[in-house]
T-cell receptor, first 116, second 112 residues
């Protein structure tokens, strides 16, 4: 079965550079989420999109922006990178709630960003 | 705001031991509850879920029961294996836009 695809899997950048992460959700999933997981930390919600519109916003820095495109893939753009941005970035997607009312997020394998 | 509290790890067990990882939550309304597992170097995988009080989620020998009276969703397994070594995250489904709120995660290490 198709899963959530993230690219690149690994990325190394210098401070103050820019990085772009891509996410391809499961076909027919209408919602995409971005999470940031620092070393030894729990995933922190950054932002989500429903049908290409921003639907919710969490602890996303102003230096970061994201969008969802017409083909439903999403990109997370990070500028003026700082050392503290080094983390695993997960994308997840979901469809409308299942019959039991639970909305299940399916996560990608993550993109590991290292800022030097 | 809504939150999830998990027991701190790491939890170290011998193979075939009984596992309990405690999880309690604070939420308005009636959240759905989840356990996700993260194996080394991998993404988060849904382990099990429960959507209403007294529901029991189960998968791969793991179980958790949604206890509204104690606001808990403890994860249990009767006999762990080395392959169960991973980080386990309790999570709740909060708000109208379906984002998940995670607990801090509990690392489980199972030794032969």
């Amino acid at each position: 079965a198709a899963g959530v695809i993230q690219s690149p899997r690994h990325l190394i950048k210098e401070k103050r550079e820019t990085a772009t992460l891509k996410c391809y959700p499961i076909p027919r999933h209408d919602t995409v989420y971005w999470y940031q997981q620092g070393p030894g930390q729990d995933p922190q919600f950054l932002i989500s999109f429903y049908e290409k519109m921003q639907s919710d916003k969490g602890s996303i820095p102003d230096r970061f922006s994201a969008q969802q495109f017409s083909d439903y893939h999403s990109e997370l753009n990070m500028s003026s990178l700082e050392l503290g941005d080094s983390a695993l970035y997960f994308c997840a997607s979901s469809a409308d709630s299942t019959a039991d009312g639970a909305n299940v997020l399916t996560f990608g394998a993550g993109s590991r960003l290292t800022v030097l | 705001g809504d939150s999830v509290t998990q027991m701190e790890g790491p939890v170290t067990l011998s193979e075939e031991a009984f596992l309990t990882i405690n999880c309690t939550y604070t939420a308005t309304g009636y959240p759905s509850l989840f356990w996700y597992v993260q194996y080394p170097g991998e993404g988060l995988q849904l382990l099990l879920k429960a959507t209403k009080a007294d529901d029991k989620g189960s998968n791969k020998g793991f179980e958790a029961t949604y206890r509204k009276e104690t606001t808990s969703f403890h994860l249990e397994k009767g006999s762990v294996q080395v392959s169960d070594s991973a980080v386990y995250f309790c999570a709740l489904h909060s708000g109208g836009y379906n984002k998940l709120i995670f607990g801090a995660g509990t690392r489980l290490a199972v030794h032969p």
